[in-house]
């Protein structure tokens, strides 16, 4: 069927954008607010001045940017999603962190719903089965993004923070563990394994993984349980339930917050090359270990929606770090604000 012919409106909008140096067109409009990217054509006019609203513009724009790289919008799209936070922004939204989750499992074909759940020996190697198959042709990157910018620095000869964690998040010795523990949770690895797999990964470290076994050793002697508090205790299906099981506005906010910091990160680490204490600034931050170098930023083309989704269920799940998190935008706000009054 014959699309019907753009309106005055649609035409209008199509010339806003031109004017600040981008191009649209009337079908990618229309397919915008068909995802919701956009909203309706009836709210982007000022009720009182009939003119077109500045920020409905600037978000064509931001989409028409996007889309001529040749890129999907991925995760881009779910800014405009939680920014409106309507029911069914809320709803798209929902689908669309679970799936970022669910993709690499089904790509293996591996059906969450089809894992066996329970302590029995068959279900334990049928869930072994599954994460080995996880790990086929799949290859271990020489540096995670810390590895690759401390390389980086190196060879400008400066120094930055000391890691205070494993020195490759993807080192071939946390591989397999990792994809266990995606699959079947902790249950599936157990502390002793993954501390073992820390130390392979980290063979210049002994004190850091001293420390981490003291550390459950205290918490084993106190009666506490520290893999309740870890997000991966239940594997991928846990986090997936953690964002189906969100309520609306929350998982909104989750998303706003993870997506504005990530937008910061990205604009700071463009300056840092010419400005290194940017650079040390950023890393001598707890959020440095526990957000960007663990791979839940998708910056300078590393990591993507998987990122993103895992940011925004540790924002779910655990309120430390979120506070955490508000406090580094807060930080990198200030860092913004000192390059824009140089």
Known sequence: MARTKPSALELAMVAAVKEGGFTVSPTQLERWRTQLWLPRATDWTDPETGELRPEIVYRAAALAVISKTGRKISWFGWV????????????????AVAGAFERPFRGAGIDFGQIPQGDSDEAFDARRKMAARMLRDRCSPRHDFDGVLRAGAAGAEFELPPSRSVSNIFHPALMGPGARLMIGGIEDVGFDEMADAWAAATPGNPEMIEHIRAVQRDADLAGDDLSAQFPLAHGLPGLIRAVQEADGPRLCTAVRDCTKANSALT??????GSEPDILRTLMANEMWEQWVRVGYAPVLGIGGEAAVAMSVVLHLLMPAWAEGLERYQTLMDALLAQRAAV
Do not use: F, G, K, Q
């Open 80 to 95: 405009w999603w939680a920014l409106d936070a309507t029911p069914e922004s809320a709803v798209r939204l929902r689908a």
């Open 267 to 272: 604009m700071l680490l463009a300056y840092a």
